[in-house]
């Protein structure tokens, strides 16, 4: 351990001293907020001030320090219970059947609000970013999933691995019982398989559109057959007798491949690793991933058996992306904007469920993406509908218990004193943390009210 | 002779706009007559949707799906429609109903979201364009600055209006307008994800100036989420300032398992939304001055699947309803007896053929502006 340790520093110190001066000297104040606030959601000026003094790869070292060290919040009580297989609603009487609604949308509301809680107070705001992440990577909805004691099973696993191997988190996900109802594998039997699960795994969670053929989705399909979920516990199971033993190809790759194989054969082409590595840049860089950068760090992530950590670590110290080009390029998801916006003004909230319910309306309802792609982001999250209502919920927070509250939002409750004062008697101090870039409108003063046109300015909506 | 005439036109049409110049014809677009898109997200299942229920090959290959002879609304000898469409079948005998048959693509991609980036765009199969086909159009012959856009999508996502035009996102009238007040349009040289937010910010704040919100509608619009998207459709039609395209949109039609009543309903759906669209545009008096016509990234698969579905497909049936719309079935019938090496069905009217019937057909423009080649517009438009 130390000398793996000493290694690193020795590798840093040689670093500094051959090519990458900027590696090792100390991050200063906008190369910190850029990586917290990229990285986490709104960082604080006491965060920033501590970071500012760290060299870069000191200060990756902390934040993946931190994803180690985070607690999780008790999830909601019903997530102990033992399995209930879904009544077939065919069955129920109209009460019965509305009590089960009724139950299942109270479930799905309880999940929601946890997340947003645990973001809302996490020690480790990388893991959340992470754990979403992957939520938008391997996508199911409770929309068609309909059970939220699956999507918290699925939940938990994508936390598992958010870190960790991706490589385990592949196969882990492909069976699992809310993703196998998601895209239909449960339903893929032998003689006529179900292509869903088959096509979209290439598509979007390895190689990516454009590196497979109709052939590999049908062959593929084939050896996923038979896996299922066991009706009584909720869990995955396989069942021989609907798989198909039979010789198929997969890129090539020619025998008689069941499930496992055939996924792993998906792993060991190098798109995958590029794919993974592309939507991290667009997730932390930009929205213009360099190829022989995102080529690089696939070379280190397949080198390292797929450790998600290890590609995350060279993206967050490269060049690339702490490049002033690439500053307050990246819009705001609705969850930075409302999970950011109540950490940095400090906000305390007696229930985080409207502020789940607000990030949905903005476009990003947890659980629950638009569909298998997941949420487009980008510049995507913004337009007319989004924009306005992003608006309004931003002059909402900021009304805190004045009328025109709404929806139990009232209780996210700002001490403006105390909040101004962290910036000492610098007079715009608070802006440099505000803003990931110059505001659209000068905005001046220290009360509320510049707090609140700052809000509204279109570089808010920017990190 | 002919032919070389229509592309020398339509190259010039395409470097004018990549020029950024303003062709000659840009003002001549004839946007009092009004386009509505309507989007069957998911890939719908045509041939259950327009059905060849004379056709043995149909009921061989869905021994489960196939929609029973005697329950399928016959239209003519060869063609009929899914039971769910009932309500359509007054349009269709008051010939204001066209259906297109086989439409497609050469190499279709069978992924939802290459093959509507292939739709949007109206790119080839192997070509990646960025801005939607009416955004090309508009940005060449925008509508008129006091119309309240160019396009109005009602929900989020842009499709054909992606890049560069005027075109706004729409909820709900009445929210649009509430929350508009927050808007402070500003007009400054920016780039990148601030210029985006700065534009989008200007046209709310335009848009929502030119709308009310408030039409007295005696239509009755049907509850759920596609009877309220045709709902505001018709509120945004409704304002003075008019509007040149609306695109509203009905989801769920990736029916890979247990298809027959997920796709009734939807069709159920679709139908009565359609149909009270038709009623409050003719309050309006604007249904003769209406194109409606539906688009999906593909139809599904031929051979119905083990878990009573259907996968992904290619061709696929398509319809174009207005006051001015010439009725009947255009294109052939499903090539059921002439399926691709992967079940799926062959195409024979190109999916830009339709645009082309938009873009010369209904506005008057050279029918290759903005598809960057010549497509022969399909003859469901009446003079």
Not at chain 1, 40 to 54: K, V, W
Not at chain 1, 282 to 302: T, Y
Not at chain 2, 304 to 310: A, F, H, L, M, R
């Amino acid at each position: 351990m130390k000398s793996v340790m000493f290694r690193r520093i020795l590798a840093a110190v040689l670093a500094c001293a051959t090519v990458l001066p900027a590696a090792a000297a100390q991050l200063g104040f906008d190369d910190a907020r850029h990586l917290l606030n990229r990285t986490g959601f709104a960082a604080n000026a006491p965060e920033i001030r501590e970071f500012s003094r760290m060299s870069r790869d000191a200060a990756v070292d902390r934040l993946l320090g931190w994803t180690d060290s985070a607690s999780t919040l008790p999830a909601p009580e019903w997530t102990r219970l033992v399995y209930v297989p879904p009544p077939r609603l065919k069955e129920l009487s109209d009460e019965a059947r509305k009590a089960y609604q009724r139950e299942l949308i109270g479930q799905a509301r309880d999940l929601k609000a946890w997340w947003m809680a645990q973001m809302l107070t996490t020690t480790s705001p990388l893991s959340e970013k992470m754990v979403l992440f992957w939520h938008n990577h391997f996508v199911s909805s409770l929309r068609k999933v309909r059970m939220p004691l699956l999507m918290y099973r699925q939940h938990l696993t994508l936390r598992q691995h958010a870190l960790g191997s991706f490589r385990d988190m592949l196969h882990a996900l492909a069976r699992d019982p809310a993703m196998l109802i998601y895209l239909d594998g449960a339903a893929n039997r032998k003689g006529k398989p179900n292509e869903n699960f088959a096509r979209e795994v290439m598509e979007l969670f390895t190689l990516g559109e454009g590196h497979y053929t109709e052939r590999d989705v049908k062959e593929l399909a084939r050896a996923l057959t038979g896996w299922s979920i066991d009706r009584d516990t909720g869990e995955f199971m396989f069942r021989s007798f609907l798989h198909d033993t039979g010789i198929k190809t997969v890129l090539g790759v020619t025998g008689a491949h069941d499930g496992t194989a055939a996924l792993d054969i998906l792993l060991t082409r190098p798109e995958t690793a590029e794919f993974i590595v592309a939507k991290l840049w667009r997730e932390f860089v930009s929205l213009q991933p360099d190829a022989s950068e995102v080529r690089r760090i696939a070379g280190v992530f397949r080198a390292r058996r797929y450790d998600i950590r290890a590609a995350l670590r060279e993206l967050l110290v490269s060049d690339a992306f702490y490049d002033v080009r690439n500053r307050a390029g990246l819009v705001k998801s609705p969850v930075d904007l409302v999970v950011g916006t109540l950490r940095q003004f400090r906000m305390t909230v007696a229930d985080p469920l409207p502020f789940a319910l607000a990030a949905g309306r903005l476009g990003q309802d947890l659980f629950a993406p638009p569909n298998v792609r997941g949420w487009p982001g980008g510049e995507a999250w913004i337009n007319s509908t989004t924009l306005l209502s992003r608006k309004q919920f931003l002059d909402m927070v900021f009304r805190g218990n004045e009328a025109g509250m709404q929806r139990g939002m009232a209780g996210a409750q700002f001490e403006g004193d105390s909040w101004f004062g962290q910036f000492g008697g610098a007079p715009d101090g608070w802006q440099r943390v505000v803003f990931a870039g110059q505001p659209v409108s000068p905005v001046t003063g220290q009360g509320m009210d510049a707090l609140r046109a700052a809000v509204q300015d279109p570089a808010y909506q920017l990190k | 002779m002919h032919r070389r005439g229509f592309l020398k036109t339509a190259a010039a049409a395409t470097v004018g706009i990549a020029m950024g110049m303003r062709p000659a014809w840009a003002d001549t677009a004839q946007y009092g007559n009004l386009l509505v898109l309507v989007e069957l997200k998911g890939g719908n299942d045509g041939l259950n949707t327009v059905i060849p229920y004379m056709e043995p090959a149909y009921y061989a290959l869905r021994p489960r799906l196939a929609i029973p002879r005697d329950q399928a609304l016959a239209l003519d000898a060869t063609t009929a429609l899914h039971p769910s469409l009932q309500p359509l079948l007054p349009l269709w005998q008051a010939r204001e109903m066209a259906i297109v048959q086989s439409v497609g693509y050469p190499d279709a991609n069978l992924s939802h979201f290459r093959s509507i980036e292939i739709w949007d765009t109206a790119s080839r199969s192997n070509e990646y364009l960025t801005d939607g086909w009416l955004a090309r159009v508009f940005k060449a012959a925008p509508a008129p600055r006091h119309y309240v856009a160019d396009g109005i999508v009602v929900g989020s996502e842009m499709g054909p209006f992606a890049g560069g035009t005027r075109a706004v996102a729409i909820a709900g009238t009445a929210q649009f307008l509430r929350q508009a007040r927050l808007a402070q349009p500003a007009d400054l040289p920016s780039t990148g994800a601030l210029a985006h937010i700065l534009k989008i910010e200007r046209e709310a704040a335009q848009a929502a100036a030119g709308l009310s919100g408030d039409h007295p509608f005696r239509t009755v619009f049907p509850a759920g989420a596609f009877g309220r998207a045709v709902q505001t459709a018709a509120q945004v039609i409704a304002a003075k300032a008019g509007v040149a395209a609306v695109k509203i949109s009905i989801d769920g039609f990736d029916t890979h398992r247990g298809q027959l009543p997920v796709h009734a309903r939807l069709l159920q759906e679709l139908a009565d939304g359609l149909v009270a669209l038709r009623s409050a545009l003719v309050e309006l008096r604007r249904w003769d001055s209406t194109l409606v016509m539906t688009y999906s990234e593909f139809g599904r698969r031929a051979a119905e699947n083990q878990s009573g579905g259907t996968d992904h497909g290619t061709a696929n049936a398509h319809f174009a309803l207005g006051g001015r719309v010439r009725g009947g079935v255009y294109g052939p019938p499903p090539g059921l007896n002439r399926l691709d090496g992967n079940g799926n069905l062959p195409y024979a009217v190109d999916f830009r053929d339709l645009y082309a019937t938009v873009i010369g057909g209904w506005w008057g423009l050279p029918s290759g502006a903005g598809l960057g080649a010549q497509f022969r517009p399909v003859g469901f438009l009446r003079a």
